[in-house]
């Protein structure tokens, strides 16, 4: 009879799944995916990440697109037509890219038959041929050999023989080295006797004997000592530090310091005593201050302000000072308002409102604000032309005089009148008559009674003269423009 598969067995498997424990009859239990078995079965190259210069291709796995293959960059290979290779050069290594284009990269041209003369020098009429930035000739100069030594020999000068490779002897001894004419080497003098240079002596070291000799004088801070032929230190020195105060030298022989009889900077002497005068208590400088400082307690002394930045003493110190006639304190300047600020604050004082422009002073708010309506605006305009009118010899005269003065006062404005109070501080021209001469001739008085005035916003009535009996109306552009 025949045999046959027990039931369980029903699973027929195909890639990329693959059958788990027994079989029967070709079928499974179970089927479970194994991307990667199924991936090398169908290319046993491909990989899942590529080596620096190279990337996946588009060739990829047909079960999963992270398997593929590698394709090389090919970086450093920078040329792809032989036409462009430059003289000197041949076509090196080879390589092709992603998009399956060949790229090659640069060889020196090998110049078979020819040799580099740098070492010597090629022959005369020698042919040439480059090889990259080299030129070889098919013929070079022998070496002329005059090398013999490995190194050069001890206390003799050598030049080097580049081409081969060996030194030679030349004219002359090394520093620290004697000709000996009757051995004719190049011998030691041997004036070196001591392996370190004894205390207090100036030496110098012999080279070629590694050794030093005395030489004349003594080191820095000994004395010679007649008597006994050596250099002796002093022992000046009995302070192990210089005290507060004074001034002291160091004596390098004996590593301690002695009093000079002077003072330090700063200090004074009183009798055999160095003492500070303490003049000064200031532990810093105050803002805005000229101080000197005493070098010896390190502290200040104020001596003056700096006016170039707006400071002024006061009590002992120094303090931003407030312009004069000037109102309030702000961080901007009020729109409408000629301000000032000292360079020693960040604070906006007003010194008045720009009238001309239509504003006036609120005294309640403390700030500067536009007329209300436009006839208030035309009625200060008008009250405070630049002219008035003044009676001399029965005529109405005017001139204007180009001072632009602010009033000492708050809220006032110079006219001919006098002192008039409208809350405003604004410079006009003050008005005076005309002398009696110019009576007698023409009349270029100017009668304000008979003339209207502006009637356009922004404008105020001028004349150099205020003559012709007429307004003449100009857009204002700032207080100090006015003319």
Wanted: glycine share 10%.
């Amino acid at each position: 009879f025949a045999c046959s598969c027990d039931k369980k067995f029903s699973q027929k498997c195909q890639a990329p799944n693959y059958g788990v424990g027994e079989s029967c009859g070709g079928k499974y239990q179970k089927c479970e995916e194994d991307l990667d078995r199924a991936c090398k079965e169908e290319n046993g190259n491909y990989v899942t990440s590529c080596p620096s210069g190279w990337q996946m291709s588009d060739t990829k796995c047909s079960f999963d697109p992270s398997y593929g293959l590698c394709c090389n960059l090919c970086n450093g290979y920078t040329y792809n037509d032989e036409k462009d290779i430059p003289e000197g050069y041949v076509k090196g290594e080879t390589c092709v890219n992603c998009d399956n284009e060949p790229w090659f990269k640069l060889a020196p041209n090998p110049c078979d038959g020819f040799y580099d003369c740098s070492l010597t020098a090629p022959e005369i009429g020698a042919n040439s041929c480059l090889s990259g930035t080299v030129t070889k000739y098919d013929n070079c100069k022998p070496c002329p050999n005059l090398g013999i030594y490995a190194t050069c020999p001890t206390g003799y000068k050598c030049e080097y023989e580049r081409c081969s490779g060996k030194y030679y002897k030349v004219d002359g001894c090394q520093d620290g080295f004697d000709w000996n004419a009757a051995a004719k080497t190049c011998t030691c003098a041997n004036k070196g006797t001591y392996s370190s240079c004894p205390t207090g002596y100036k030496c110098e070291k012999e080279k070629c004997s590694g050794k030093y000799y005395k030489v004349d004088g003594c080191a820095s801070g000994y004395d010679w000592n007649s008597y006994n032929k050596t250099c002796t230190c002093p022992n000046q020195g009995d302070l192990s530090s210089c005290p507060t105060g004074y001034d002291c030298n160091y004596e390098s022989c004996s590593g301690k310091y002695y009093k000079t009889g002077r003072c330090s900077s700063g200090y004074e002497l009183q009798g055999s005593v160095c003492i500070c005068p303490n003049e000064c208590s200031l532990s810093s400088c105050p803002t805005g201050g000229i101080c000197k400082q005493e070098s010896c307690s390190r502290k200040y002394c104020l001596t003056s302000c700096k006016g170039y930045e707006d400071y002024e003493m006061k009590n002992g110190t120094c303090v931003c000072k407030r312009p004069d006639t000037t109102i309030g304190s702000y961080s901007n300047c009020p729109k409408g308002a000629s301000c000032s600020r000292p360079q020693c604050s960040s604070d906006y004082y007003i010194n008045g409102c720009y009238t001309f422009e239509g504003y006036r002073w609120n005294e309640s708010k403390k700030t500067c604000e536009q007329f209300e309506t436009k006839a208030e605006y035309r009625a200060v305009i008008l009250k405070t032309s630049p002219c008035s009118a003044v009676v001399v010899g029965g005529n109405s005269l005017a001139v204007w005089k180009r001072q632009q003065l602010r009033c000492p006062l708050t809220g006032e404005i110079k006219t001919l009148s006098g002192m008039t109070n409208e809350g405003l501080f604004f410079s006009v021209s003050e008005c005076e008559s005309y002398k009696n001469s110019h009576i007698a001739g023409d009349n270029e008085g100017w009668e304000i009674s008979s003339n209207d005035y502006c009637t356009t916003d922004g404008e105020f009535k001028s004349s150099p003269t205020c003559k012709g009996g007429t307004w003449n109306c100009t857009e204002y552009n700032g207080r100090d423009n006015m003319k």
